[in-house]
């Protein structure tokens, strides 16, 4: 669980002042207020212990009201907890309050809320009753923004019943609210909700159409949401429809195995990844200018203004019961601009391919996806589902696919192979590490162990899975023996990626010069390469790097090894082929530099972070300090990596690290990566964690030697080099080598 710490630290300030002058309201406000900052993170003891004190001051001073607000977020949270009991205690509270004030409005949100909890906690009967009791005050309140949910709630609750038909029909009541007040949101929610029911009652055709109906409700650019909080359960819904119509059509599968339905499934998994990339994206604020002219990028941008405001009108106009001549007036205005919308987003994907590809991904069909593969390539597309997983093994001219344990199940043997695997005391760990290794495989790869051979194997994860080496990973059916030992492992974000990528390189020239390596930043203030260590606090606490770094546990120590692997590489090379910066020098401007677009390879010798909760603060960290013991900015962000211009072969991040916290997204990887590929390079070397600097500096040595010497691709070249570690006892534990893989393009 994430806190928004700053949010809590305000609070709290807030709190003291409020206190010392005995402004009893706003104190139990912002008690209140500090209770929903750790309900929402999740945080649900510590929501308790600040709800409970601020229901202690609202008793205290008489306030009904407030208290009766603090109480929603008592029930909420013993909602969360699933301690069914409590809430319904609580909501019996807040609903003698509210019949004691003879309020209508909050006597009508208890009932609401304790339906909620009924129908969570399994008793029905009682759900229907106050579900359709808060309902009923609702309807003459006038108040639809809330019948809705109620609606929904009802719908949910004949579901629960397998009473499909009545559950349709109180989603369809909802719907119909949802669409009369424009709230897109709530009109994905009750089509999903529908769908659920649809494919309950076996009626997959019908599912289908409201999923897609859902999806398309919530991938309109007209949905801008400002606050970040509704932002992330926003996108959270968006997962959830995909992964839902994903496993819709893989269950339709199983009853019809020769219709093609687990095609669809893995194109519409593989949008998903897209999606999530732009979501990402959004979470970061990108501003992203690269690869798209700039008038359209400005007339973009009016048009979506123009179409916010318009749908705020549109909005505010059905609200307010409009004539028949007003509702259409306001349909018309949207209708327009969307109109125009879309025929520059037309425009867009013809001129500036590379923009749109990214902004507005078309996601491949199978067969495009097999025209992508050699003969000696299978590809593994894995999708982590709540009840069920999905595995898609695809080769030039074939699709198998396979179902696997449910998302928690194997994230928890992901996680726990991933602590064993990053340990330093593999003697102590071998045999901890092989069984986690194995049940692992048997998991991923078991299924496909007869379709394997000696093929590369193509891998796009999900979730956990993309910090899983799986290079370590021991071969299904095998002695412990790496699958490393037997195939060459490639990375993609989707398996669309490769398809842009080419795209991309078609025609471009190879940058005139070899290497540019950035190695050995200073970060702190205390450095002994400064000439006075002041030992000043290295940076701002509050930078969203820094922040990102705090919550992965993550320290900017020295990295004295990248200095040895970097002058290592340069020896491989003639100096006129080559570009270095260490020390105060490896910054952001040398980064940003244009002179970088001469090299083929761009090698970041540094820290890097790779956020498992929230991708969109990873990135690379250069010197945080300048030559005169001078804080910098020295971070350079997801949004920022975007905007390069690398048209580098390779891009090569050495001593990252990464956070794999309590919930696991896993875009880290996928931001950081495609970030890289964005910029202009087709290949990009990421490690999964930091990596002992001696170990790392040998591999490196062997890789870029397997490379520039030997002349092998550097997928395979990376694949020797690790071997070559693998071999040698003081390197055998995957602690060393196992960290480094390639994601991107391997011809």
């Not at 069984?435 to 796009?460: E, M």
């Not at 020390?583 to 790779?610: C, E, M, W």
Request: some cysteine.
């Amino acid at each position: 669980m994430i806190i928004n710490q700053q949010s809590v630290d305000f609070h709290k300030s807030a709190l003291t002042i409020f206190r010392s002058i005995g402004d009893r309201t706003q104190e139990g406000q912002t008690l209140d207020n500090i209770g929903s900052v750790y309900r929402l993170s999740g945080d649900y003891r510590q929501a308790l212990d600040y709800y409970n004190q601020a229901l202690a001051v609202r008793r205290a001073s008489g306030d009904f009201f407030r208290e009766f607000s603090t109480l929603t977020g008592v029930i909420r949270t013993y909602e969360s907890l699933k301690d069914y009991p409590k809430a319904l205690e609580s909501a019996n509270t807040a609903l003698t309050i509210a019949r004691s004030q003879k309020i209508p409005f909050a006597e009508a949100s208890a009932l609401a809320l304790m339906g909620r909890v009924y129908l969570a906690a399994g008793d029905y009967l009682r759900a229907l009753e106050v579900s359709n009791a808060a309902l009923k005050t609702w309807q003459q309140l006038g108040i639809r923004v809330a019948a809705a949910p109620t609606l929904d709630n009802i719908g949910k609750t004949y579901n629960a019943q397998a009473n499909y038909p009545s559950a349709i029909a109180s989603y369809n009541n909802a719907l119909r609210v949802w669409q009369s007040i424009g709230d897109k949101s709530g009109v994905a929610e009750s089509l999903y909700n529908i769908a659920n029911s649809e494919r309950a009652r076996g009626n997959f055709p019908q599912a289908q159409t409201q999923i897609k109906a859902a999806i398309s409700v919530v991938e309109t650019l007209r949905t801008k949401i400002a606050s970040k909080e509704l932002r992330a359960t926003y996108f959270a819904s968006v997962q959830k429809y995909y992964e839902f119509y994903t496993d819709l059509l893989m269950q339709w599968h199983k009853k019809e195995p020769k219709a093609g339905h687990d095609a669809e499934a893995l194109e519409v998994s593989d949008r998903a990844r897209a999606r999530s990339l732009l979501e990402i994206l959004t979470e970061a604020n990108a501003d992203i200018r690269k690869g798209i002219e700039p008038q359209l990028l400005t007339k973009q941008r009016e048009l979506q203004t123009k179409l916010n405001i318009a749908e705020t009108q549109r909005v505010n106009v059905l609200s307010a019961k409009p004539t028949l001549e007003q509702a259409a007036a306001v349909d018309k205005q949207v209708s327009e601009l969307l109109k125009q919308y879309q025929d520059l987003q037309a425009q867009i994907r013809t001129t500036s391919p590379q923009y749109a590809a990214l902004t507005q991904p078309q996601a491949l069909k199978i067969t495009q996806i097999q025209k992508l593969l050699d003969p000696d390539t299978l590809l593994l597309e894995y999708s982590l589902g709540e009840k069920r997983s999905y595995l898609w093994a695809v080769t030039a001219n074939s699709l198998t696919s396979y179902e696997l344990p449910s998302q928690s199940e194997i994230e928890t043997i992901a996680k726990q192979y991933y602590q064993l695997v990053t340990d330093k005391r593999f003697g102590l760990r071998r045999q901890n590490l092989a069984k986690a290794g194995d049940n692992l495989s048997n998991i991923l790869l078991k299924p496909v162990a007869k379709q394997i051979g000696k093929k590369r194997l193509v891998i796009v994860s999900d979730g956990a899975l993309q910090y899983v080496p799986f290079a370590a990973l021991p071969v299904p059916n095998g002695n412990n023996t790496p699958l490393l030992v037997e195939h060459e492992l490639v990375s993609l974000p989707s398996a669309s990626t490769i398809d842009v990528l080419r795209r991309e390189l078609m025609g471009r020239k190879p940058a005139p010069k070899t290497v540019a390596i950035f190695a050995d930043p200073v970060f702190t203030t205390d450095d002994a390469r400064l000439k006075t260590a002041t030992s000043t606090p290295l940076t701002d606490k509050n930078s969203p790097l820094q922040r990102s770094a705090n919550q992965a546990g993550v320290t900017f120590t020295r990295l004295p090894g990248t200095r040895l692997e970097a002058e290592q590489i340069l020896a491989l090379v003639p100096p006129s082929e080559t570009s270095h910066t260490f020390d105060f020098k490896s910054d952001r401007a040398a980064v940003t530099s244009p002179n970088l677009s001469q090299y083929r390879i761009i090698h970041f010798a540094t820290h890097g972070i790779l956020n498992s909760i929230n991708p969109e603060l990873s990135g690379v960290v250069l010197s945080l300090v300048n030559e005169k013991g001078v804080p910098q900015n020295g971070f350079l962000r997801l949004n920022e990596i975007y905007n390069l211009n690398l048209p580098a072969e390779l891009v090569v991040l050495s001593a990252c690290q990464t956070g794999l916290g309590e919930q696991v997204r896993g875009e880290g990887v996928l931001g950081l990566t495609r970030g890289f590929m964005y910029a202009g390079a087709p290949r990009v070397v990421v490690s999964l964690w930091s990596v002992d600097d001696r170990a790392t500096a040998e591999l490196m040595s062997k890789f870029y030697t397997a490379m520039l010497k030997k002349g092998l691709k550097p997928a395979a070249a990376l694949r020797a080099a690790q071997i070559e570690l693998w071999k040698q006892d003081k390197w055998e534990s995957p602690y060393y080598w196992a960290a480094f893989g390639l994601q991107g393009e391997w011809r």
